[in-house]
């Protein structure tokens, strides 16, 4: 069409020649249309020429793509259903979960807790519920190794990939598609034994890392960007070769870090779990004519089963072990069977997941103190302040004050014991317990001898009170000159101590 187009414009062009050069002799004449036409000629050449190159490189990339719709064939293949003849059949094909169900109790939960249920079933995809059935996310479809157990999750970014030509720090930047949430993925993984991922990066004059600068790095499972390209190492920029020793210059930890401008590979298996899968992939630095860079990303696999060994201790116990109905459960504590609330619609790693509920160790919000006197006191309705706090666990004692603040709602065990001094003219000395300024306790020592005595007092009481609640003790009632008696022998003490919370406020179940 354009070389068509440009006859018709040397057509236009002739006319206008015959037009101005009138004035010219034929032999003039003829000899400029013969220049003229050399001209023109020369242009269509050239024109031509460049339009066969467009054509070999069209040729070209048709040959590339019927290259990669051969490796999807054989990428589709691999799924383990060689009836499949493309990806998008397979999902849509792919049987629902509840078939899966017919006549079994449950999905599995990984492909090695369905091995082990049934180790005559072959290789393929199967449903899986890594974060339980019937709660959290839909479960997922994934390829089961029967022969190993392990578990794959299949993404969309397999095959090897060009990142074209850009200067920038991840300025080719790659979202990677899983056939699986991100929380199904994190559930697998909390129940694997061991989780990887493998990646491989075909370089020509494109670093990682050059001078200090990142140009590429991948996102872990929480959007964080990472700069180790194998190994478990996050802190460190590093790849494969890098842990063996063995890059192409051995001042550098990547062999795509190179100066050489000659093909290059860095390829390694990413191993920390607690931060896969990949989520993105970003590189950067390939502006020279000369540099290229492919990357191909396993998938993300996860084999083996944490195993609980003996009582539970944990909530993550218990849900390694298959439970996923919410509630309280009964573990093993450091020295004795507890009390424990599970959240079983959270992950291990979400806040709120657990909550420890016992009995004198309540270790959701642990609350206790003990504090003593060392000078005497004398004054009526007011605070008693305490000079000395020995412990104060929880912060809820204000020892200058005098008064405790309750945390937490539920059942507290209060105890103060003291001594008063009652001249010889005899007395008495009444020491009471308040809450929010209400007498609940009281305890009295008196003589009436005729001579100077120490006497000795205590007051127990076990409240149930409300989070925000004042209590504190406090003189009602004494007689002339007796004083509550404190030196620095301090026998003056007042402790107490969360015995119990209640669970329906502190839980907010």
Same mark, same amino acid.
């Given at each position: 069409m354009?070389r068509f187009?440009m006859?018709?414009h040397f ?5 206008s020649?015959s037009?101005n050069?009138a =004035?010219?002799?034929?032999e003039d004449?003829?000899?400029q249309i013969r220049?003229?036409?050399m001209?023109?000629k020369?242009i269509l ?5 460049k ?5 070999t490189?069209?040729e070209t990339?048709?040959?590339?793509l019927?290259?990669i ?8 293949n691999?799924?383990?259903?060689e009836?499949q003849?493309?990806?998008?059949? =397979?999902l849509s094909?792919? &049987?629902?979960?509840? =078939? ?8 599995f939960?990984?492909c090695d807790?369905s091995?082990s249920?049934n180790?005559?079933?072959?290789s393929?995809?199967?449903w899986i519920d ?7 996310d839909d479960p997922?479809y ?5 022969t190993?157990?392990?578990t794959?999750i299949l993404?969309?970014?397999e095959?090897?990939?060009d990142?074209?030509h850009?200067a920038? &720090?991840?300025c080719?930047?790659k979202?990677?598609?899983y ?9 697998l993984?909390?129940l694997?034994?061991?989780c990887?991922q493998?990646?491989r990066?075909?370089c ?9 600068m ?5 996102n872990?499972r ?8 194998s190994?478990?190492n996050?802190?460190?920029?590093t790849?494969?070769?890098?842990i063996?020793?063995?890059c192409?210059?051995s001042?550098i ?9 000659i093909s ?5 298996i990413?191993?920390?779990k607690n931060?896969l899968?990949?989520?993105r992939?970003?590189f950067g630095r ?9 990357h ?5 696999e ?8 003996g009582?539970p ?5 218990l849900?390694r ?5 919410s509630?309280?459960y009964s573990v ?5 069977i507890?009390?424990?609330?599970c959240?079983?619609?959270?992950l291990?790693?979400d806040a709120g997941f657990?909550?420890?509920?016992g009995y004198?160790d309540?270790?959701?919000l642990?609350t206790?103190?003990?504090v003593q006197?060392?000078?005497?006191f004398?004054l009526?309705?007011? &605070?008693?302040?305490?000079?000395i706090?020995k ?9 200058t004050?005098?008064?405790?603040t309750? &945390?937490r709602t539920g059942?507290?065990f209060?105890s ?8 010889s003219s005899?007395?008495?000395l009444d020491?009471?317990?308040?809450l929010?300024?209400?007498?609940v306790?009281?305890?009295q020592c008196n003589?009436f001898?005729?001579k ?12 149930h009170?409300?989070?925000g609640?004042?209590i504190?003790?406090e003189?009602?009632?004494m007689g002339m ?7 620095s022998?301090?026998y ?5 101590w969360?015995?119990q919370?209640?669970?329906s406020h =502190?839980l907010n179940?």
């Amino acid at each position: 069409m354009t070389r068509f187009l440009m006859l018709i414009h040397f057509g236009v062009w002739v006319l206008s020649f015959s037009t101005n050069c009138a =004035s010219l002799s034929v032999e003039d004449q003829l000899q400029q249309i013969r220049e003229n036409y050399m001209q023109i000629k020369e242009i269509l050449a050239e024109r031509e020429t460049k339009w066969e190159a467009k054509v070999t490189q069209l040729e070209t990339k048709v040959t590339r793509l019927e290259a990669i719709v051969k490796n999807q064939e054989s990428f589709i293949n691999s799924f383990g259903n060689e009836k499949q003849t493309n990806f998008k059949s =397979s999902l849509s094909n792919r &049987p629902h979960p509840e =078939s899966q169900l017919a006549g079994k109790s449950a999905i599995f939960r990984t492909c090695d807790e369905s091995r082990s249920a049934n180790s005559s079933l072959s290789s393929g995809m199967q449903w899986i519920d890594p974060d339980g059935q019937g709660i959290g996310d839909d479960p997922i479809y994934v390829y089961c190794d029967m022969t190993t157990g392990s578990t794959s999750i299949l993404h969309d970014s397999e095959l090897k990939t060009d990142v074209g030509h850009c200067a920038d &720090p991840g300025c080719y930047s790659k979202a990677i598609n899983y056939n699986a949430t991100i929380r199904q993925m994190t559930a697998l993984a909390e129940l694997s034994t061991e989780c990887h991922q493998s990646i491989r990066y075909d370089c020509v004059a494109a670093p990682l890392t050059i001078n200090g600068m990142d140009y590429s790095w991948w996102n872990d499972r929480n959007g964080n960007p990472q700069y180790f390209w194998s190994g478990s190492n996050a802190s460190a920029h590093t790849c494969q070769c890098g842990i063996e020793h063995t890059c192409v210059e051995s001042f550098i930890p990547c062999n795509c870090d190179s100066g050489l401008q000659i093909s290059l590979v860095d390829s390694g298996i990413i191993t920390e779990k607690n931060v896969l899968p990949v989520t993105r992939l970003n590189f950067g630095r390939t502006i020279l004519e000369t540099s290229s860079g492919q990357h191909t990303l396993g998938r993300f696999e996860c084999t083996g089963k944490g195993e609980v060994a003996g009582m539970p201790s944990s909530c993550q116990d218990l849900w390694r072990m298959g439970h996923t109905l919410s509630g309280l459960y009964s573990v093993m504590g450091t020295e004795m069977i507890e009390s424990v609330y599970c959240d079983f619609t959270r992950l291990p790693n979400d806040a709120g997941f657990q909550k420890w509920i016992g009995y004198d160790d309540v270790k959701s919000l642990p609350t206790y103190f003990y504090v003593q006197k060392s000078k005497s006191f004398n004054l009526l309705s007011t &605070p008693i302040p305490f000079e000395i706090e020995k412990l104060n666990m929880g912060d809820a004692m204000n020892s200058t004050s005098g008064t405790f603040t309750v &945390p937490r709602t539920g059942i507290y065990f209060f105890s103060f014991t003291g001594i008063g001094v009652i001249p010889s003219s005899g007395g008495h000395l009444d020491v009471a317990l308040l809450l929010n300024g209400n007498e609940v306790g009281r305890a009295q020592c008196n003589d009436f001898t005729g001579k100077v005595e120490w006497e000795m007092y205590s007051l127990q009481s076990t409240l149930h009170v409300h989070s925000g609640d004042k209590i504190w003790l406090e003189i009602p009632s004494m007689g002339m000159g007796v004083v509550l008696q404190d030196t620095s022998l301090h026998y003056t003490h007042f402790n107490g101590w969360l015995l119990q919370e209640d669970i329906s406020h =502190s839980l907010n179940v």
